[in-house]
């Protein structure tokens, strides 16, 4: 025999949905491997700077209680310097007279998609 499914009164569904909307975030008390790589990542720069090998570093690091390959942190760089190319890349595209009078790509990508036309309200 089936159960009926469960049936919510309208009242409780506006309940729950305002005990939802009002939750503080929660604060994050664990990170993943990537996310402490790109955190440290310019420690970790500074030791390689030091003569440390990324072995070298993957050791001290699981000594601490991230355990990591070698392999998997110079990937976790090469993520984080690709990300930095892609945004000197981008800066290095930006319009001269934009760098200077400090208008950002975004508005002057506005500016250029804006219709010359003022917005009228549609007819009925």
Do not use: W
Not at 42 to 48: L, N, Q, S, V
Not at 79 to 101: G, H
């Amino acid at each position: 025999m089936k159960t009926p499914p469960l049936q919510v009164s309208i009242e409780t569904v506006t309940s729950i949905r305002a005990m939802l909307t009002a939750l503080p975030p929660k604060p994050k008390t664990a990170f993943t491997a990537r996310e402490t790589v790109h955190a440290v990542a310019d420690d970790i720069r500074a030791a390689i700077d030091l003569g440390y090998s990324l072995s070298d570093i993957a050791e001290h690091l699981a000594a601490n209680g991230m355990k990591i390959t070698a392999g998997t942190l110079a990937s976790y760089l090469r993520e984080l310097k690709a990300t930095d190319r892609k945004v000197t890349r981008n800066l290095d595209r930006m319009p001269e007279a934009m760098a200077q009078d400090g208008t950002d790509a975004d508005s002057a990508n506005d500016e250029r998609n804006a219709s010359p036309m003022p917005a009228q309200p549609l007819a009925h």
